[in-house]
């Protein structure tokens, strides 16, 4: 079955860029996806890409994909601490009746 | 503003109680969704539905079962709780063909002992 794949844990200082990766084994995905979720929060969709697209920018972050080599990076300029949260790649096809499957999450810390 | 709305933060639940958890979303989508968070396994999908009265199982879904008798509302039904259901569960909502994001709800933590 499909899975997705990304390290547990990541620490910056701020002001420094973050990058989040994530790998996915379905070939047949079309749509990429990074959630952001804050303590005792649900998920919040951050930013998502389509499978022909290499790259998409929206303000701070920047999505890189790597088709061949099914690899997704987020990567966030000018981390904040207000960033510290748990980010979640998913990925689904495009399908009206698809689910999402979602990696186990990388742990964003941001110290001072 | 769009919404999706479970009906508890928080629960506390003794083990062999028959346990509800209720999802309701206004966006009138299609495809309604439960997910159980654990630390250090992600989101796992339990249940999810595509139509009123229709419902898929998931990846986990022993010892649960789910209800859509109407469009904007899902539930989670645990038969007999027990303590390795104690969980944070999430449900989601999206559109059908042609949709990309997930509306999350804010979660339910259920603690049952």
């Known amino acids: 079955g499909e899975d997705v794949e990304q390290s547990l844990f990541l620490s910056v200082r701020e002001g420094d860029s973050s990058v989040i990766n994530c790998t996915y084994t379905?070939?047949?995905?079309?749509?990429l996806y990074w959630y952001k979720q804050e303590p005792g929060a649900g998920l919040q969709l951050l930013t998502y890409?389509?499978?022909?697209?290499d790259m998409k920018q929206d303000q701070r972050l920047t999505v890189l994909l790597n088709k061949k080599d099914k690899h997704l990076s987020l990567r966030i300029a000018d981390t904040q601490t207000g960033d510290s949260a748990i980010y979640f790649c998913?990925?689904?096809?495009?399908?009206?009746?698809?689910?999402?499957?979602f990696g186990k999450g990388t742990m964003l810390l941001v110290s001072p | 503003d769009v919404k999706v709305t479970q009906s508890s933060r928080y629960l506390v639940k003794r083990t062999g109680e028959k346990v509800f958890l209720e999802c309701v979303q206004d966006?009138?989508?299609?495809?309604m969704f439960w997910y159980r968070q654990d630390p250090g396994l992600g989101l796992r999908l339990i249940y999810f539905?595509?139509?009123?009265?229709?419902?898929e199982k998931g990846d986990i879904p022993e010892g649960y079962s789910v209800s859509r008798e109407k469009k904007e509302r899902f539930s989670l039904i645990l038969e007999s709780a027990s303590t390795n259901q104690t969980s944070m569960y999430l449900c989601?909502?999206?559109?059908?063909?042609?949709?990309?994001?997930?509306?999350f709800g804010q979660g339910t933590r259920l603690t049952v002992v």
């Open positions: 989601a909502s999206r559109t059908g063909v042609g949709s990309t994001e997930a509306f």
């Open positions: 379905d070939s047949s995905s079309t749509y």
């Open positions: 890409i389509f499978s022909n697209m």
């Open positions: 998913a990925e689904s096809r495009n399908s009206g009746y698809s689910t999402l499957t």
């Open positions: 966006m009138d989508h299609e495809n």
């Open positions: 539905s595509y139509d009123v009265k229709m419902k």
